[in-house]
């Protein structure tokens, strides 16, 4: 069974701080990682897209990904109360009609408190 | 980016009914769609493939009678649940992957 695992928290971090969220993978197959952030009754959204080894940066936003290890992590500084949201780590998997499917990991609730 | 809709955003129905949810690439062709189904403070799960022209793919578990896919068009994709039952009460979402996977906002469906 093809696994993506992530603590499910609550993590809580204060206005204007880092917030870091780890995610780890069972299938050393996988090539392909993304962050989606989910808002209460909403469907998700893509925040970061990672491929290779290393850091990937957008913004406020940086996806770090250790094939060897099977971990990948998003951190979001000077995170906002806006960025309150959980957030779910993916693995791309096996293709299925021309595409990856993708494997969710449960989710990390985050809340920044003002 | 690419837009997915899906219609009805909610609906309820009555247990022993069937319900039709439709999933809609408004500004791209998707031949392929998938189908997510997300219960309460769970992650999302994958339900299966929706091929345009052929066969639904489904996953492990998922009663391909139960949860119908008709992928009728380069644009449409629908999810049947027939005779629903109070534990299909769910967040039914659906992607259509293009350069990414875009997500639709989601159906929640509450059978009483």
């Known amino acids: 069974q093809k696994e993506v695992e992530q603590n499910s928290g609550p993590l809580s971090v204060p206005e204007g701080a880092i917030a870091s969220l780890n995610c780890t993978y069972s299938d050393r197959g996988s090539q392909s990682f993304f962050w989606y952030r989910q808002y209460s009754g909403k469907s998700p959204e893509l925040i970061m897209s990672?491929?290779?080894?290393g850091d990937k940066e957008d913004g406020r936003f940086t996806a770090q990904l250790n094939k060897a290890s099977q971990y990948v992590s998003l951190l979001i500084r000077d995170s906002q109360p806006s960025d309150s949201a959980t957030y779910l780590c993916a693995g791309g998997g096996a293709f299925s009609g021309g595409y990856n499917k993708l494997i969710f990991g449960a989710g990390t609730r985050l809340a920044v408190h003002p | 980016g690419a837009v997915v809709s899906q219609h009805p955003s909610w609906v309820i129905c009555k247990s022993g009914t069937s319900v039709k949810i439709e999933c809609r690439s408004l500004?791209?062709?998707?031949?392929?769609m998938f189908w997510y189904r997300q219960f309460p403070k769970q992650s999302l799960m994958l339900m299966a493939t929706s091929n345009e022209g052929s066969k639904a793919t489904y996953e492990q578990g998922v009663e391909k009678d139960k949860f119908l896919i008709n992928h009728a068009s380069l644009t449409l994709s629908t999810l049947t649940v027939t005779s629903a039952h109070p534990e299909d009460s769910s967040f039914y979402i659906c992607?259509?992957?293009?350069?990414?996977?875009?997500f639709g906002p989601g159906t929640r469906l509450t059978v009483t």
């Open positions: 990672i491929y290779s080894n």
């Open positions: 500004d791209f062709q998707a031949t392929t």
């Open positions: 992607s259509a992957p293009l350069n990414e996977q875009y």
